[in-house]
């Protein structure tokens, strides 16, 4: 039963083991003045609720105006207009060209209330980003400058990934709630209670239906308006996922299961393996996990039927829970707790290559045109070759890998562990210049810190 409830928050260590997606500029004078105006009567104006305030945090705002945004996009795929699950699209390859390769710069960076971990991956949407924090803040940052437009607070820290339309922007927190907020002021639109934990990412399914799942196992479809109830169904464990594709939605489970249910709630099929298994990844092909007993599967959208399944891992401790990526050249890469990348045919499941490392890969690589960006729990970020797997360059993070990598605009983005998030750039063939878009937000005003 969906309970209007906060839960009370759970240690860090608690958190971190629970953890586990471009429409034209406005233009037009009279537009931009309107939204000045609009954002200014909402700053006004609001209903002064705690859980409501809003908080404008000091962040760098060193400016890159010698940074040109390509024209160009990344394995022939374009930044989504909405963003309407964690990473974009349901391949989980969060890059959009083209490749940065050394030497990397920073452009600019963040710190978090009191060095708390990144575990959220950003959304974006028209050169703004939307990523949380275990701080308890959802922040909205220029993704060219990271100037801090706004931030909502909540009470307990945050790892899914949220979700955007040309509105809202959606989220789970860990105090088990879902939030709405208003992508221009961030001031809430509605929230609603799960009963437990969301560690869950958040999608948005039918353009009008808000998906998300709690600790407990159970999935819930959300009005997108009101944030009520449409329906809600159950799988067992701590959701995952999940990976949107056409009308249907693809979750997994920690307790090892991967189920598909349409707009109307109706469970299509559901597989249960036994083991731990990864979120889920998805193409036109079929559906890709991981699992803990060291093995990858692919499996039919129409009914979970198995294409393949290779194992990966050998060792005692078998395990696989990166979430796998659907890259170019028919490519699905995945990282491995015993310290490896591991490229397979996403035909046949048959190995291309493999990359040792110095420590965990718990997250999701990158991959561009011809390059791969992964961040390690050796502290440091590699740059591979996407075809062979021979690593090009790594880059310190300054902490343990805390969010999967995102490439949008030749600038690349992660957080760690130990609080900071940071967009760096690299060297970039641009042929021609291209006029610099500002993101589709109203400038900043002055107001104190709360």
């Not at 705002?61 to 909405?82: F, G, N, R, W």
């Not at 088990?176 to 509605?190: E, F, N, P, V």
């Not at 796998?324 to 290559?353: E, F, K, M, Q």
Request: net charge negative; proline share 4%.
């Amino acid at each position: 039963m969906i309970l209007e409830t906060h839960l009370q928050t759970e240690n860090d260590t608690h958190i971190i083991q629970n953890r586990g997606n471009r429409q034209n500029m406005i233009i037009g004078i009279t537009l931009i003045f309107t939204l000045i105006i609009l954002f200014l009567l909402s700053t006004v104006g609001g209903s002064g609720k705690p859980d409501e305030a809003l908080q404008v945090l000091p962040g760098d705002s060193t400016q890159i105006d010698s940074l040109v945004p390509p024209d160009t996009v990344s394995a022939a795929m374009e930044l989504p207009d909405l963003w309407l699950q964690a990473r974009g699209y349901s391949h989980g390859n969060a890059a959009w060209g083209p490749d940065i390769i050394p030497p990397f710069e920073t452009v600019w960076s963040i710190r978090s209330n009191g060095g708390r971990e990144f575990f959220s991956s950003p959304a974006i949407r028209e050169n703004v980003l939307y990523f949380g924090c275990n701080d308890g803040l959802l922040r909205a940052v220029n993704a060219l400058n990271g100037t801090i437009l706004w931030s909502f607070s909540t009470v307990c820290g945050i790892c899914g990934e949220p979700a955007v339309d040309s509105n809202s922007v959606y989220f789970g927190g860990q105090d088990g709630i879902i939030y709405a907020l208003d992508r221009m002021s961030g001031s809430k639109r509605w929230s609603t209670g799960l009963g437990y934990h969301v560690f869950c990412s958040v999608g948005i399914l039918a353009d009008s239906i808000i998906l998300s799942g709690n600790s407990m196992g159970k999935i819930c479809a959300l009005r997108a308006r009101d944030g009520e109830l449409l329906w809600d169904g159950e799988i067992g464990g701590t959701v995952l996922g999940p990976a949107i594709i056409d009308s249907l939605a693809v979750f997994s489970s920690e307790s090892g299961k991967i189920a598909v249910f349409d707009t109307e709630g109706n469970k299509l099929w559901i597989r249960e393996y036994g083991r731990q298994a990864s979120s889920p990844s998805a193409d036109s092909t079929g559906i890709y996990a991981g699992f803990s007993d060291g093995s990858v599967r692919k499996l039919t959208i129409a009914g979970g039927e198995l294409l393949w399944e290779t194992d990966i891992v050998d060792n005692s401790a078998r395990c696989v829970l990166a979430r796998p990526v659907i890259a170019g050249n028919n490519i699905v890469l995945i990282g491995t707790n015993d310290s490896r990348l591991v490229a397979l045919n996403s035909s046949n499941g048959n190995l291309l290559w493999e990359q040792e490392f110095e420590n965990w890969l718990q997250l999701p690589p990158i991959a561009g045109d011809s390059c791969i960006y992964v961040s390690c729990d050796d502290q440091r970020l590699h740059l591979l070759d996407l075809n062979t797997g021979a690593k090009l360059d790594s880059l310190e993070m300054n902490g343990y890998s805390g969010t999967a990598p995102l490439l949008a605009n030749s600038i690349l983005y992660y957080g760690n562990s130990s609080g900071d998030f940071i967009a760096i750039t690299g060297t970039v063939e641009i042929e021609e210049e291209i006029e610099e878009i500002s993101p589709e937000i109203i400038p900043e005003t002055e107001v104190t810190d709360q």
